[in-house]
């Protein structure tokens, strides 16, 4: 039986009519995680005066999604990013062939799928440009795209986008069950993959899957087993490597959808040789993925409503503390159902645990009377247990909040994750890395005082000095010079507070970051001694464990300063957390990527 062949399309005439799009703004996708700003602007300020480029990235993590934004000047027409488009696109970037299509910003048109077909069973040869030129002839496309393995070479199936739904569906009338390049295509609507699943689950069947078989089970019997249900077509059992052992499941294909389902409602959950089997509807593996994704997060949020608001999270624990203590210490507060220290491999403390109470009162006690309290040596932190998505989403709100303050100094290099105190006299004041772009911290009411070199933050009114302490520089004191600077003066008085005379009611008359820096100040000369380099990281990881919101926690910093044996245990357990996040950056532990953009799917079974 002859077989009709795809006719070889004409190329179009070019349009004579002003573009559809009046946009000068292009969506690049399917780029390199390591394509940069730089890369993207090298490449397409070659066809035209690119005003901006954007490359998508995760908000925490900060990897590339694989897509960005190129932004042409508008110099009256859409030239230069048309030529972009009919120069650059499938263009190899890093290795990868980036696709080009014009930027759609109205997200209901993007997600509607409207003019989108898929085509599999394609040849290995045929790439994007052959694609696009066999399918053109239909109509005006706006995107491209052939799925590739890891080794850039063809999955065999791909997608294309039309401007129009006229255009889409020609193509698949014309098309679908033809030949191109020696192989019978498939081209259909494009179906989205949740909508495709919940197809597959509500049609009819004929393959059923089985498993918990015996070891002993071949072929002939698990047929026998299943052979008053109806007519078999095959049977076969699922075996290792080897091709001999059992994996202990297989598929039996009936007639009839009929025969099926009553395979599956007379065999499931039956007992055969002591074990209990599983007969259900063969499934695909996506499909099993969603389901059973599906399944355990609902589990998850059952979990956290039955244990909502009872389930509280302490961390600061001394490394001495186990389960048992951990109870007694919260047990005056109400009923536990359980309490736990997390351990690491080697069955060590990792300073923090859960307790859970029986009702919110009781935890809502807990919280209030045993946060900031002294447990040991160290400062509870006491609060109600989060899941990972709440504090991730959190994280992601404080970051976006800080991208929006203006940067007023250029950050240095730091260690991420870690707080960063500078030494006395180079950069005064604790600086978070995420603050890093803010800003020092203002002076305190030192400023007249001698305190090395400190920088006032342009429009901050600095910080009132207590009653009866020293008074901030006025029209009497030293005058700020052009550069804002405060003249030394030529006999500076002795800041208040050395490392023998800081007490706790005299700290707690001074604002917090004014704190901050006194204690700072002390501990950095001290771990300097020892530490070197990572002296700036170790004094603001210790200032952080600390919120400054009690009296005892200023006893506790002041008893570092005090005696070096209690702060060579406090700069040990610093010194054991840097190497644990050194340790997980090299083995490249991340947070998985955000989802792709919309319109990218998986294959089409």
Avoid at 45 to 64: E, L, M, Q
Avoid at 96 to 115: A, E, F, H, L, Y
Wanted: aromatic share 8%; hydrophobic share 35%; charged share 25%.
């Amino acid at each position: 039986m002859a077989t009709q062949q795809t006719p070889t399309p004409a190329t179009p005439a070019a349009p004579t009519g002003p573009n559809v799009f009046s946009s000068t703004s292009l969506y690049v996708g399917d780029l390199n995680p390591d394509v940069t700003e730089a890369n993207l602007f090298e490449i397409f300020n070659s066809v035209g005066p690119v005003a901006s480029i954007r490359v998508c990235r995760d908000a925490i993590t900060r990897r590339s999604l694989g897509y960005a934004y190129v932004n042409f000047h508008n110099t009256g027409d859409d030239s230069a990013a048309e030529r972009a488009i009919d120069q650059l696109n499938n263009h190899p970037i890093k290795g990868r062939p980036c696709r080009i299509m014009w930027s759609q910003r109205d997200p209901s048109v993007r997600k509607s799928g409207k003019g989108n077909i898929f085509i599999k069973n394609l040849d290995k040869t045929i790439d994007i440009k052959s694609l696009f030129l066999t399918f053109q002839q239909f109509g005006n496309i706006t995107s491209c795209k052939i799925e590739l393995d890891h080794q850039n070479q063809s999955k065999g199936y791909g997608y294309i986008q039309f401007q129009t739904q006229e255009a889409a569906d020609n193509a698949v009338e014309r098309v679908n069950g033809k030949l191109i390049a020696g192989k019978k295509v498939y081209v259909g609507p494009f179906i989205p993959r949740k909508e495709r699943i919940q197809m597959n689950s509500q049609k009819a069947f004929t393959n059923v899957f089985v498993k918990n078989l015996p070891e002993d089970v071949d072929e002939e019997k698990l047929k026998t087993m299943f052979a008053s249900f109806g007519n078999i077509q095959s049977a076969v059992i699922m075996r290792e490597d080897d091709g001999k052992k059992s994996k202990c499941f297989g598929f039996v294909n009936f007639s009839s959808p009929e025969e099926a389902q009553e395979a599956v409602n007379g065999m499931n959950d039956k007992e055969f040789d002591g074990k209990t089997l599983y007969v259900g509807r063969a499934q695909k593996k996506a499909e099993r993925e969603t389901e059973l994704r599906s399944k355990f997060e609902q589990m998850k949020l059952d979990h956290l409503s039955k244990y909502q608001g009872v389930n509280l999270y302490i961390k600061n624990l001394d490394d001495d503390i186990d389960d048992d203590k951990l109870r007694s210490i919260f047990s005056p507060f109400g009923s536990i159902g359980s309490a736990q220290v997390m351990r690491d491999g080697k069955k060590n403390s990792k300073g923090f645990g859960f307790v859970c109470f029986t009702s919110p009162e009781e935890a809502t006690k807990a919280v209030t009377e045993m946060n900031g309290k002294m447990v040991g040596i160290k400062p509870l932190y006491v609060a109600l247990a989060q899941r990972k998505e709440m504090r991730r989403a959190q994280l992601e709100a404080q970051f976006a909040q800080r991208n929006k303050l203006p940067p007023r100094m250029a950050p240095p290099s730091v260690y991420s994750g870690s707080p960063v105190f500078y030494p006395p006299g180079a950069q005064p004041g604790f600086v978070y890395p995420g603050m890093m772009g803010r800003g020092r911290f203002p002076p305190g009411p030192y400023q007249a005082m001698g305190t090395p070199n400190y920088v006032m933050v342009p429009g901050s009114q600095g910080n009132r000095a207590p009653a009866g302490g020293p008074k901030p520089a006025g029209r009497g004191g030293a005058q700020p010079n052009r550069r804002g600077m405060a003249k030394q003066t030529q006999n500076p008085a002795r800041e208040p507070g050395t490392q023998s005379d800081l007490t706790p009611q005299m700290l707690a008359e001074y604002p917090i970051p004014d704190q901050k820096r006194m204690i700072g100040e002390r501990l950095y000369t001290l771990i300097h001694k020892t530490q070197g380099n990572l002296t700036g990281k170790i004094t603001g990881m210790i200032l952080e464990s600390y919120s400054f919101q009690h009296e005892t926690e200023l006893e506790e910093m002041i008893h570092l300063i005090e005696n070096p044996d209690a702060l060579a245990d406090k700069v040990n357990q610093a010194l054991k957390v840097l190497k644990e996040h050194s340790d997980k950056a090299q083995e490249g532990v991340a947070s998985p990527a955000a989802n792709a953009e919309s319109g990218e799917a998986a294959a089409q079974e």
